[in-house]
């Protein structure tokens, strides 16, 4: 059912992980200005920002792991499947870090600028936590029911 712990959990890592869709995940600095590394791209932090580098690829995978997170909270009526999906959005969790390196490598080359990891980039470890912990109790729900089914 929906009011299971494990679906609070996999609510919380949809909406932590599609929060950050919005937060700036790192900033860069030199003497031209300042420049914030968004989901979506890298902006100037000018009056009327601007986007200089595309970072869309992060962006859909973001947009992917909070799907993933909301598609597995309805899937409590197929447990075997939920705990796949669960372990699926966990390596796509792991895959975040390097793609996003990556982009803040290749970004900060090309601006010749200091970069600075903001706080956002802790919350997919979080999410990996959050994760692990709904994947156990699917599979204590799992193994309740198998056991159920024994008795009878």
Known sequence: MIQRIQSFYLFLVAALILSMLFMPLAG?????????????????????????????????????????????IFLYKNRILQMKLCLIN????????????????????????TADLDAALIIPVVAIVLEYMSYRKIKQDEQLVRSADRIR
Do not use: E
């Open 28 to 72: 860069y600095s030199n003497a031209d200005g300042n420049w914030q590394f968004l989901a979506m791209g890298v902006y100037t932090m000018a009056d009327p920002a601007q986007r200089v580098i595309s970072t869309f690829p992060i962006a859909i995978l973001i947009a992917l792991i909070g799907l993933l997170s909301c598609i597995t």
């Open 90 to 113: 966990s390596l796509m969790l792991l895959v975040f870090y390097p793609v996003f390196f990556l982009y803040w490598w290749i970004c900060g080359k090309s601006l010749a600028a």
